[in-house]
């Protein structure tokens, strides 16, 4: 008896990124599981490494027939008994068997791609609350939040490595280059913190955008642009403050891996900081789309250390009481049981 996860996207971003870390943990707890995947190297050496059989598949456009056939296969093979679908085109490809089917939602998805599907499961409740508005039955939706942790082995950066001063104040930004992740805002807010650097970690779109708006603003001195990392937590442990002024934001699990590495976060109020963050607090919430705001917020955290560790310390005790590894994977093994796949 065993889980298939099936992951149909081939990029990078904070969803694939979890998807990795709860696959992960859901072995180190002797979850049974096996994974159908679109290839991706990197994804591939972690399950490797984590001991999990996966099959890569091509889950291709409308047109694309042979995926859902061969994971049918492959589940049939791995003894499924329930199948959990990240995102919709996962859930597209996701084949009909003698096992359950359940859709993992981290955002407001088009409920079309879900038809027929026994259970969603939503990782804030503001997400359930929405898909229940969307007229499916409460009775099959539960929400189980994602999980942050910090490696005690793993060292902060070192910033000379990235060319940047021991004793500066150090902004942290994690999060596709994309509109919705609000880099810009950052780099308004870091012209009017001349002593304060950035470091901007992710990729996507809008990258040559924001590098001409560093310039523009002459602050391109002070931004390191790092592209995709795998060492987030190297990152987190090397910042003073992480800086999330996202404008649309479901979740919002930077603000969950801050806290977990005792940082200091400065967020705006979209979605799923503004649920999540106690503004004053465990962090300070700002309006979106406002540079002055988050550079207010940034000065006064600066200025009150004590103030910002005491957040910091609260954002730990969240993470210890609500989104430890322990107790989201204790939800999940839960749900499982409930299909007879634990």
């Not at 996962?90 to 409920?111: C, E, F, K, T, V």
């Not at 780099?187 to 002593?195: F, K, R, S």
């Not at 560790?309 to 609500?322: H, I, K, Y």
Request: charged content about 20%; hydrophobic content about 50%.
């Amino acid at each position: 008896m065993s889980v298939l996860h099936l992951l149909g996207t081939a990029g990078d971003g904070g969803a694939e990124t979890y998807f990795v870390d709860l696959v992960t943990a859901l072995a180190r707890a002797g979850v049974r599981q096996a994974v159908a995947l679109r290839r991706h190297a990197g994804r591939e050496a972690a399950l490797k490494a984590a001991g999990v059989p996966f099959k890569t598949l091509s889950f291709g456009g409308p047109l694309d027939v042979l995926t859902k056939t061969a994971a049918a296969g492959y589940a049939s093979l791995q003894k499924t008994r329930l199948e959990l679908a990240w995102m919709n085109r996962a859930a597209r490809h996701a084949p009909r068997g003698p096992w359950a089917r359940i859709g993992r939602l981290g955002g407001y998805y088009n409920l079309k791609y879900y038809k027929g599907f026994d259970e969603l499961v939503a990782n804030t409740e503001d997400i359930a609350e929405w898909i229940v508005g969307q007229g499916w039955p409460a009775g099959r939706v539960r929400c189980i939040p994602n999980f942050a942790a910090a490696p005690a082995d793993v060292a902060a950066v070192d910033r000379a490595s990235l060319d940047t001063p021991p004793g500066v104040p150090l902004l942290l930004a994690m999060g596709r280059l994309h509109e919705a992740k609000a880099h810009d805002v950052s780099l308004q807010a870091l012209a009017a913190l001349p002593e304060a650097y950035l470091w901007i970690a992710g990729v996507g779109p809008e990258e040559a955008r924001l590098k001409a708006l560093a310039e523009a603003l002459g602050v391109q001195d002070r931004v390191r642009f790092l592209g995709w990392r795998n060492d987030p937590s190297a990152l987190y442990r090397a910042a003073d403050l992480c800086v999330f002024p996202s404008r649309y934001e479901p979740l919002g699990n930077v603000v969950i891996q801050a806290w977990a590495h005792g940082l200091p976060v400065i967020a705006a109020a979209s979605q799923g900081p503004k649920a999540l963050i106690d503004d004053g607090r465990d962090g300070l919430l700002i309006p979106i789309d406002d540079p002055a705001a988050l550079a207010e917020a940034v000065r006064a955290l600066m200025a009150e250390p004590k103030r910002a560790r005491a957040m910091a310390e609260r954002g730990l005790g969240r993470v210890a009481a609500e989104f430890s590894e322990t107790a989201v994977v204790g939800q999940w093994k839960t749900l499982f049981a409930d299909y007879g796949a634990a």
